[in-house]
Protein backbone atom coordinates (compact mmCIF):
# COMPACT_ATOMS: atom_id res chain seq x y z
CA UNK A 1 0.00 0.00 0.00
CA UNK A 2 1.21 3.19 -0.76
CA UNK A 3 1.91 5.87 1.87
CA UNK A 4 -1.82 7.89 1.52
CA UNK A 5 -3.51 4.89 1.38
CA UNK A 6 -1.71 4.15 4.56
CA UNK A 7 -3.25 6.70 5.77
CA UNK A 8 -6.81 6.43 4.90
CA UNK A 9 -6.41 2.84 6.29
CA UNK A 10 -5.52 4.39 9.65
CA UNK A 11 -8.05 7.16 9.59
CA UNK A 12 -10.65 3.88 8.68
CA UNK A 13 -9.60 2.58 12.02
CA UNK A 14 -10.68 5.33 13.55
CA UNK A 15 -13.69 5.40 12.12
CA UNK A 16 -14.78 2.12 12.95
CA UNK A 17 -13.69 2.67 16.48
CA UNK A 18 -15.74 5.06 17.00
CA UNK A 19 -18.95 3.59 15.53
CA UNK A 20 -17.97 0.35 17.21
CA UNK A 21 -16.77 1.57 20.74
CA UNK A 22 -20.27 3.84 20.52
CA UNK A 23 -22.82 1.41 19.27
CA UNK A 24 -21.09 -1.55 21.68
CA UNK A 25 -19.25 0.72 24.47
CA UNK A 26 -22.60 2.08 25.84
CA UNK A 27 -23.81 -1.08 26.85
CA UNK A 28 -20.52 -3.22 27.78
CA UNK A 29 -20.42 0.17 30.23
CA UNK A 30 -24.04 -0.22 32.05
CA UNK A 31 -23.78 -3.79 31.80
CA UNK A 32 -20.04 -3.94 33.87
CA UNK A 33 -21.68 -1.77 36.77
CA UNK A 34 -22.95 -5.22 37.72
CA UNK A 35 -20.77 -8.59 37.99
CA UNK A 36 -23.36 -10.60 36.87
CA UNK A 37 -24.48 -9.21 33.97
CA UNK A 38 -20.83 -9.08 32.68
CA UNK A 39 -21.30 -12.73 30.88
CA UNK A 40 -23.14 -10.27 28.49
CA UNK A 41 -20.56 -7.46 28.51
CA UNK A 42 -18.07 -10.04 27.62
CA UNK A 43 -20.26 -10.90 24.26
CA UNK A 44 -20.64 -7.10 23.54
CA UNK A 45 -16.66 -7.11 23.69
CA UNK A 46 -16.10 -10.20 21.62
CA UNK A 47 -18.14 -8.16 19.17
CA UNK A 48 -16.11 -5.45 19.27
CA UNK A 49 -12.95 -7.50 19.27
CA UNK A 50 -14.24 -8.67 15.93
CA UNK A 51 -15.04 -5.89 14.30
CA UNK A 52 -11.94 -3.99 14.54
CA UNK A 53 -10.21 -6.65 13.49
CA UNK A 54 -11.92 -8.07 10.26
CA UNK A 55 -13.07 -4.93 9.66
CA UNK A 56 -9.51 -3.49 8.84
CA UNK A 57 -8.82 -6.43 6.56
CA UNK A 58 -7.36 -8.38 8.69
CA UNK A 59 -7.47 -12.28 8.97
CA UNK A 60 -5.85 -15.01 10.59
CA UNK A 61 -4.91 -18.89 10.41
CA UNK A 62 -4.72 -20.65 13.44
CA UNK A 63 -1.93 -23.51 13.79
CA UNK A 64 -1.80 -25.62 16.81
CA UNK A 65 1.61 -27.27 17.82
CA UNK A 66 0.83 -28.81 21.01
CA UNK A 67 -2.07 -31.56 21.26
CA UNK A 68 -3.27 -30.03 24.21
CA UNK A 69 -6.51 -28.89 24.30
CA UNK A 70 -8.20 -25.31 26.01
CA UNK A 71 -10.66 -26.54 28.46
CA UNK A 72 -13.79 -24.32 28.51
CA UNK A 73 -14.15 -25.75 32.54
CA UNK A 74 -10.54 -23.70 33.37
CA UNK A 75 -9.32 -20.43 33.93
CA UNK A 76 -6.14 -19.49 32.39
CA UNK A 77 -3.72 -16.96 32.30
CA UNK A 78 -2.99 -16.19 28.36
CA UNK A 79 0.33 -14.85 27.27
CA UNK A 80 1.30 -14.10 23.67
CA UNK A 81 4.63 -12.10 22.00
CA UNK A 82 3.16 -8.51 21.60
CA UNK A 83 3.91 -6.38 18.17
CA UNK A 84 0.87 -4.58 17.28
CA UNK A 85 -2.77 -3.20 19.12
CA UNK A 86 -4.20 -5.64 16.78
CA UNK A 87 -2.93 -8.21 18.87
CA UNK A 88 -5.41 -7.25 21.82
CA UNK A 89 -8.19 -8.06 19.21
CA UNK A 90 -6.86 -11.78 18.96
CA UNK A 91 -7.23 -13.52 22.37
CA UNK A 92 -10.72 -12.60 22.87
CA UNK A 93 -11.34 -13.97 19.43
CA UNK A 94 -9.33 -16.75 19.85
CA UNK A 95 -11.48 -17.66 23.44
CA UNK A 96 -15.05 -18.30 22.78
CA UNK A 97 -16.08 -20.10 26.28
CA UNK A 98 -13.80 -17.73 28.65
CA UNK A 99 -14.80 -14.31 30.06
CA UNK A 100 -10.69 -12.58 29.46
CA UNK A 101 -9.42 -9.47 31.58
CA UNK A 102 -6.70 -7.89 30.18
CA UNK A 103 -3.93 -5.97 32.30
CA UNK A 104 -3.06 -3.31 30.74
CA UNK A 105 -1.52 0.39 30.54
CA UNK A 106 -3.26 3.10 32.32
CA UNK A 107 -2.37 5.58 29.88
CA UNK A 108 -5.43 3.99 27.87
CA UNK A 109 -7.35 5.32 30.31
CA UNK A 110 -6.74 8.62 28.68
CA UNK A 111 -8.45 8.05 25.27
CA UNK A 112 -11.72 9.34 24.73
CA UNK A 113 -14.83 7.52 25.42
CA UNK A 114 -12.86 4.07 25.06
CA UNK A 115 -10.82 5.15 28.06
CA UNK A 116 -13.85 5.32 30.51
CA UNK A 117 -14.61 1.68 29.08
CA UNK A 118 -11.36 0.48 29.46
CA UNK A 119 -11.24 1.06 32.91
CA UNK A 120 -14.52 -0.66 34.02
CA UNK A 121 -13.08 -4.14 32.28
CA UNK A 122 -9.24 -4.27 32.84
CA UNK A 123 -7.16 -4.12 35.55
CA UNK A 124 -4.38 -0.77 35.06
CA UNK A 125 -1.11 -0.88 35.85
CA UNK A 126 0.91 2.15 36.31
CA UNK A 127 4.52 0.58 35.08
CA UNK A 128 6.06 3.76 36.90
CA UNK A 129 4.60 2.51 40.41
CA UNK A 130 5.84 -0.43 42.52
CA UNK A 131 3.08 -0.21 44.18
CA UNK A 132 0.55 -0.63 41.21
CA UNK A 133 2.53 -2.90 39.58
CA UNK A 134 2.56 -4.89 43.14
CA UNK A 135 -1.50 -4.82 43.28
CA UNK A 136 -1.88 -6.18 40.25
CA UNK A 137 -1.82 -9.68 41.47
CA UNK A 138 -4.40 -8.94 44.16
CA UNK A 139 -6.71 -7.48 41.58
CA UNK A 140 -6.25 -10.13 39.27
CA UNK A 141 -7.33 -12.74 42.15
CA UNK A 142 -10.40 -10.69 42.09
CA UNK A 143 -10.91 -11.04 38.73
CA UNK A 144 -10.27 -15.00 38.46
CA UNK A 145 -12.74 -15.08 41.54
CA UNK A 146 -15.61 -13.78 39.12
CA UNK A 147 -14.64 -16.15 36.16
CA UNK A 148 -12.56 -14.35 34.38
CA UNK A 149 -8.98 -15.80 32.86
CA UNK A 150 -6.36 -13.07 32.58
CA UNK A 151 -4.45 -12.01 29.22
CA UNK A 152 -1.12 -10.33 29.86
CA UNK A 153 1.46 -9.05 27.45
CA UNK A 154 4.41 -10.59 29.26
CA UNK A 155 7.19 -7.93 27.36
CA UNK A 156 5.04 -5.15 29.15
CA UNK A 157 4.42 -3.44 26.45
CA UNK A 158 5.89 -3.00 22.28
CA UNK A 159 9.47 -2.19 22.36
CA UNK A 160 10.50 1.45 20.07
CA UNK A 161 13.24 -0.77 18.54
CA UNK A 162 11.46 -2.51 16.11
CA UNK A 163 14.61 -4.87 15.23
CA UNK A 164 14.02 -6.47 18.55
CA UNK A 165 12.32 -10.22 18.06
CA UNK A 166 11.00 -10.52 21.81
CA UNK A 167 11.61 -8.45 24.45
CA UNK A 168 12.66 -9.74 27.98
CA UNK A 169 9.61 -10.70 29.85
CA UNK A 170 8.28 -9.20 32.74
CA UNK A 171 7.63 -11.83 36.17
CA UNK A 172 3.56 -10.32 36.36
CA UNK A 173 2.08 -13.47 34.36
CA UNK A 174 4.07 -16.56 35.61
CA UNK A 175 4.38 -15.08 39.32
CA UNK A 176 0.25 -14.93 38.98
CA UNK A 177 -0.06 -18.42 37.32
CA UNK A 178 2.23 -19.62 40.73
CA UNK A 179 0.20 -17.92 42.92
CA UNK A 180 -3.09 -19.06 41.78
CA UNK A 181 -2.33 -22.10 39.97
CA UNK A 182 -3.92 -20.99 37.30
CA UNK A 183 -2.28 -23.08 33.66
CA UNK A 184 -0.78 -20.30 31.05
CA UNK A 185 -1.92 -20.79 27.86
CA UNK A 186 1.06 -19.85 25.33
CA UNK A 187 0.17 -17.79 22.00
CA UNK A 188 2.91 -16.63 18.71
CA UNK A 189 1.54 -14.15 16.93
CA UNK A 190 3.29 -14.08 13.46
CA UNK A 191 2.77 -10.98 11.02
CA UNK A 192 1.01 -8.24 12.52
CA UNK A 193 3.96 -6.87 13.25
CA UNK A 194 4.05 -5.58 9.62
CA UNK A 195 0.67 -5.84 8.77
CA UNK A 196 -0.35 -3.56 11.65
CA UNK A 197 2.85 -1.27 12.90
CA UNK A 198 2.89 1.42 14.96
CA UNK A 199 4.12 3.61 12.14
CA UNK A 200 0.62 4.84 10.17
CA UNK A 201 2.69 5.52 6.60
CA UNK A 202 2.85 1.33 7.19
CA UNK A 203 0.74 -1.62 6.93
CA UNK A 204 -1.29 -3.97 4.78
CA UNK A 205 -4.54 -6.04 4.90
CA UNK A 206 -3.45 -9.59 5.65
CA UNK A 207 -3.80 -12.87 6.96
CA UNK A 208 -2.11 -13.26 10.47
CA UNK A 209 -0.42 -16.43 11.67
CA UNK A 210 -1.77 -17.73 15.24
CA UNK A 211 0.55 -20.68 16.52
CA UNK A 212 -1.08 -22.12 19.82
CA UNK A 213 2.34 -23.41 21.62
CA UNK A 214 1.14 -25.07 24.71
CA UNK A 215 -0.35 -24.97 28.02
CA UNK A 216 1.86 -24.45 30.69
CA UNK A 217 1.21 -25.62 33.91
CA UNK A 218 1.58 -23.88 37.42
CA UNK A 219 4.79 -24.52 38.72
CA UNK A 220 6.48 -23.36 42.03
CA UNK A 221 9.25 -21.13 40.23
CA UNK A 222 7.93 -18.61 38.14
CA UNK A 223 11.44 -17.97 36.70
CA UNK A 224 11.46 -21.37 35.65
CA UNK A 225 7.90 -20.94 33.88
CA UNK A 226 9.12 -17.20 32.19
CA UNK A 227 12.12 -19.15 31.10
CA UNK A 228 10.09 -22.03 29.26
CA UNK A 229 7.33 -19.33 27.81
CA UNK A 230 10.31 -17.28 26.50
CA UNK A 231 12.12 -19.90 24.81
CA UNK A 232 9.25 -21.56 23.30
CA UNK A 233 7.84 -17.91 21.69
CA UNK A 234 11.33 -16.93 20.76
CA UNK A 235 11.43 -20.34 18.73
CA UNK A 236 8.25 -20.14 17.55
CA UNK A 237 9.33 -16.73 15.73
CA UNK A 238 12.73 -18.14 14.83
CA UNK A 239 11.25 -21.03 12.98
CA UNK A 240 7.85 -19.56 11.00
CA UNK A 241 8.93 -15.68 10.67
Known amino acids: MTTILNYLWRIWLIIIAFVL??????????????????????KL?????????????LRYELINLTDKKIDKNRQYVVISNHTSIMDIMLPCILFPNHQLCYVGKK????????????????????????????DVYRRCAEKMEEGNSIVIFPEGGVPDDTSIMLDEFKDGAFTLSSKHHSPIAVFTFIGLKEMFPFDHSKGYPGKVKVYFNDILEPADSPKNLKLSAFETIKKTLIEHR
Open 21 to 42: TIALGIPVYILSFNKKNYKYAY
Open 107 to 134: ELVKIPIFGTIYKRICVMVDRSSARSRA
Open 45 to 57: IRLWCFGMFFGMG
